[in-house]
């Protein structure tokens, strides 16, 4: 596993996310969007929706689901299925850990992944 550090626990208030680009093993730039929930627990799931190929980080987050800002689909940030359509498929959700402050993110073993 190869975590990389993308921000710290005080970056993001509940119920916010944003972008962060990482570098997967084969030196590919990945968007990351990394979310807060409202219950203060981080996720990171891809930023890119599955129906509109858009940024999720500039979308709402409510509970535990981003919204799409550009046609609504929604997606848990547990398992990156969509819960509103127009979105039919899932995104990939990557494992975060935190560490004292530091947030990390593995994009090297999605958790959950497009099918």
Known sequence: MTQQIVASTADLEPEEAKLVELQDANGTTVPVALVRDADGDFHAISDICSHGAVSL?????????????????????????????????????????VEGDKVLVDIDEPVAAAS
Request: with cysteine.
């Open 57 to 97: 980080s500039d979308g709402e987050v409510e509970g535990c689901r981003v919204e799409c800002w550009l046609h609504g689909s929604q997606f848990d940030l547990r398992t990156g299925k969509p819960l509103q359509l127009p979105a039919t498929r899932p995104v990939p959700v990557y494992p975060v850990t």
